[in-house]
């Protein structure tokens, strides 16, 4: 269940914020006069949706350029050619 705190909780509470924002690893919900104003949230939780949109934006490419090339790529020549590049890059 989200947490929805008055935004006064930050300033008033934090170490009870913070507690329950790396504890239950979710975000706080803080308000303002009754409104929505801010979500308090880990680095790592931050980093885990940064990072997951990534990888949605890279899917969303990988799927435009499927549909727009007829240019195709067989299992072992993907990972021939990743396994070149992780050599290369362990020579360097």
Not at 3 to 24: G, K, T, Y
Not at 49 to 64: D, P, T
């Amino acid at each position: 269940m989200p947490q929805i705190r008055p935004v006064s909780d930050l300033r008033n509470h934090f170490a009870e914020i913070s507690r329950i924002v790396h504890e239950n690893n979710e975000p706080v919900f803080l308000t303002k006069n009754g409104y929505g104003d801010m979500v308090v949230m880990s680095i790592e939780q931050y980093e885990n949706i940064q990072q997951n949109q990534e990888i949605i934006m890279k899917l969303k490419e990988a799927e435009h350029e499927a549909d727009t090339s007829k240019e195709r790529y067989s299992h072992s020549e993907v990972f021939n050619n990743l396994r070149m590049q992780i050599r290369n890059k362990s020579d360097q």
